[in-house]
């Protein structure tokens, strides 16, 4: 009985040379194993999936943080004192690495399923290390830099959860291809009912993952509150320099119910329109008053704060990067602005029927209205002819003495009150960030008919997510974006989503059974294969996809048996005939 050395097939394989090349630099066919990876290359693919898993986290939160960048600059400027644009380059960064690390992770996923030995090369190492090490110094920085961030993660959640399942589902259940290879071919019976064992807990786990997961979005049709109005949030700051007549006027186009803006108090008494303690940000201060370009703004007349440009800086810095979309006109029109005044706000809304809502900034001790800022502002909104119905006072500070002076405005708080408290302080509405506007807090304040507004609301997907949790309204930067989302992106029934969840449940478990049986089937008939049997039809014309049949059982037979000779086997294949040497001998 002659033994056989396992087959050696000398046929182009483009395909695999590619993946051995691209990821381990193993181009060469000798260069190639299907031996068992080594603990050490074992332990970089570990790392692999680890800064790939840590990338789609990363990824995830910046997708999602796009409502607030501005807000992200903005703290970025307060803390070095010079704007710029800080997420361009942690944008550019993710999305390098993630493409890199989701390339790597497709060829190593590819080695396994051919029954590759992995073998990373040096150069993919230290990129992948470099990745890791760049992604983590990102979400610690981040962490202390901008804490607060991470819960639009968890409200995300709400909106993104039912999908995100199915697509976690989708690819668990497309990696159990991987598995059934693994565990068929594996000689170790221990580490095939470890490996089983893993694969089906998690199945499993996603399987009851729905029973976790609560959006407001799952709810009847018929239970849907009214649209939510929208504040225009320092009018609209996409279009025109925030806080600017034509800012206001822009939101008002996009067809807010209300203005929104931040009030500070000038040296000579005059409430103006400035979100910034310094006026570096959105004016030319530096070329009028170099000097005083670090002082407060409400250190300045009002006289000097009307000299200033409060335009040009947008169509420099392009905050929002919407300035190059803007017409000619306007571009002339946003490069003419100055800063403008609470008396322009209040003549504004009464001609435009809007509602106003206002933040208020204290001048500091050193001020000469420092003690009478309600007052000047109270004066203001007296004359405006404005009806103080209309108006919303949200500065906590002096609420008695406007209580007393102007009973009609409405009272509004930004803080989180319990109803208890809203009673006692005589508030009507709440003005709350979208991380505090809590699904069940809702629900009380409008039992208790008190009207909540969130801000800062600038994607529709937030937008669809607060509608369906019951809001009266949003403050907005993006009052052009939202005016586009008559309905909630996404609304499905209790019932839909139910029957949804067991369809991929039961899809799912199909095919995993279904590559389960296959490959078993696949593997158990190459097992059973006699290589004689080969050796018996070698002259016998055949086609070519069968002769590979016969190669692939013929290897795999000779490998389980153990079979080893130092007698050289060779079969080739001419004019669709397989032939076969033995001892260099034709037969």
């Known amino acids: 009985m002659v033994k056989h050395q396992p087959l050696q097939v000398y046929e182009r394989q483009l395909c695999l040379s590619c993946v051995t090349g691209i990821y381990g630099c193993r181009w060469k066919r000798y260069q190639r194993s299907q031996d068992d990876t080594s603990k050490w290359e074992c332990t970089w693919f570990f790392i692999l999936c680890c800064s790939f898993s840590l990338l789609l986290v990363w990824c995830y939160f910046w997708w999602e943080a796009h409502n607030d960048y501005n807000d992200f600059n903005w703290l970025l400027y307060n ?81 993104t959860g039912p999908f995100l399942h199915i697509g976690v589902l989708a690819a668990v259940t497309a990696l159990g291809w991987l598995v059934a290879v693994f565990v068929v071919r594996a000689e170790r019976t221990r580490l095939q009912m470890v490996v089983l064992l893993v694969y089906f807990c998690v199945l499993l786990a996603l399987y009851m993952a729905p029973l976790a997961i609560s959006s407001p979005c799952v709810m009847d049709k018929s239970s849907l509150r009214p649209r939510p109005l929208v504040f225009g949030r320092r009018g609209a700051p996409m279009l025109a320099p925030e806080n600017t007549i034509m800012a206001l006027n822009k939101a008002i186009q996009q067809g807010v119910s209300a203005l929104e803006a931040d009030v500070a108090i000038s040296v000579d008494g005059v409430p103006f329109l400035m979100r910034d303690r310094t006026l570096r940000r959105t004016t030319d201060v530096q070329r009028l008053f170099p000097h005083r370009q670090e002082d407060d703004a409400s250190l300045f007349t009002w006289a000097e704060l009307r000299s200033l440009n409060a335009g040009l800086w947008f169509l420099k810095s392009d905050p929002y990067w919407t300035a190059s979309s803007l017409t000619l006109r306007d571009r002339r029109r946003a490069g003419n602005q100055t800063v403008g005044g609470l008396a322009d706000l209040l003549r504004l809304a009464v001609k435009t029927n809007c509602s106003v809502a206002f933040s208020l900034r204290r001048p500091p001790p050193e001020h000469p209205r420092h003690e009478l800022w309600i007052n000047d502002t109270l004066r203001v909104l007296q004359r405006s002819g404005i009806p103080l119905e209309r108006v919303m006072w ?194």
């Open 79 to 159: 803390r070095s004192g010079e704007w710029s644009d800080g997420t361009m380059p942690i944008l550019t960064t993710t999305a390098v690495g993630l493409s890199y690390t989701t390339f790597l992770m497709g060829l190593a996923l590819c080695h396994i399923a051919l029954g590759q030995q992995m073998n990373l090369f040096w150069i993919h190492k230290v990129g992948v290390l470099a990745v890791l090490l760049t992604t983590i110094t990102g979400v610690v920085s981040i962490d202390e830099l901008w804490r607060s961030e991470w819960d639009i993660v968890i409200i995300s959640l709400q909106f």
């Open 394 to 587: 949200t500065p906590d500070v002096g609420r008695e003495q406007v209580r007393r002076e102007a009973p009609r405005l409405q009272q509004m708080s930004q803080r989180r009150l319990t109803p208890q408290q809203i009673r006692e302080m005589g508030i009507s509405a709440l003005s709350l960030h979208y991380s505090q506007a809590l699904r069940q807090d809702i629900r009380q304040y409008t039992r208790s008919n008190v009207s909540v507004n969130v801000h800062t609301v600038n994607d529709p997907w937030l937008y669809s997510l607060l509608w369906c949790s019951g809001v009266t309204s949003v403050s907005s930067e993006a009052p052009n974006i939202l005016k586009d989302v008559p309905y909630p992106i996404w609304l499905l029934s209790p019932d839909a989503y139910y029957l949804m969840w067991i369809a991929c449940v039961l899809v799912s478990f199909g095919v995993v059974v279904a590559i389960f049986i296959h490959q078993k089937w696949k593997m158990s008939g190459m097992q059973s294969y006699n290589p004689e049997q080969i050796m018996l039809s070698a002259v016998v014309r055949r086609p070519s996809r069968d002769v590979n049949v016969m190669k692939e059982k013929l290897i795999f037979s000779e490998i389980n048996n153990g079979v080893s000779s130092t007698d050289e086997l060779s079969m080739y294949t001419e004019n669709g005939y397989v032939r076969y040497t033995h001892d260099g001998i034709p037969h």
